[in-house]
């Protein structure tokens, strides 16, 4: 049995260009946790999760028509041909640790999507040929990933999460810097403390680690907290 037995070959994608409201509504129509980001001609460029979506929503702090795919997509895709193997396929899922594979011609145009939902549904059909594949994907799958290992998905996947929380980090940093001349002493009080604290952070996040992340995190949250306090003032 190969991968195009029992790929789904109805799969709705995305462009880069479109708004990540567009690649949600797929998924809630589709019920689907991703959308393959496809070029004018078919060919694969990127994957787009609902978890992308949603750190996208948090980091970025617009609406999702206002932003768009390429922005939270993943450029780094593992794509597999139909006539591949579904030892290949649980090979090739266990080493990305990811649930989908994109399926593609020679030419890399997609043909089709296989998950591990496509393999659990034929269990029952195919017993062992199917099931000992299933079980080694799945359990690749659910070890706890590296983040810091920058070569491989989860650190590609941190990688991109931190740069869009380091972007929004420095936007509203500017933004509260421009709103300060107006503020109050209490505010700017709060300003000199954090300022240090921001430096500190930027450095932090070239580790490349969960806790940079979380740091970030905190940061954004605490400007978020200062521009807010500062837009009251103004009003």
Known sequence: MNVGELMTRDVRTCAASDSMNDAARIMWERDCGCVPVVEADG????????????????????RLMYMDVR????????????DESLRRAEELMR????????????????????????L???????????????????????????PEASDGQAGAELKRDLRKSLERLQ??????????????????DQWRKLEPHLGDVEKKAEELTEAARAAIVDAVNRLETLRSSLSHQHD
């Open 120 to 146: 659990a549904r034929k269990v029952p059909d195919f017993g062992d040929r199917v099931r000992e594949p299933l079980l080694g994907a799945l359990a690749a799958i659910s070890r706890a990933r590296t």
């Open 171 to 188: 936007t509203l940093r500017d933004e509260v810097r421009v709103r300060l001349h107006l503020g109050s002493l209490e505010l700017k």
């Open 43 to 62: 060919k694969v460029v990127g994957m787009i999760t609902d978890r992308d979506i949603c750190m996208a929503a948090y980091t970025q702090g617009r």
């Open 95 to 118: 080493e990305a640790q990811v649930h989908r594979l994109p399926v593609v011609d020679s030419a890399g145009r997609l043909v089709g999507l296989l998950s591990l939902s496509d």
């Open 71 to 82: 922005s939270a997509a993943s450029r780094t895709v593992v794509t597999i041909g139909k």
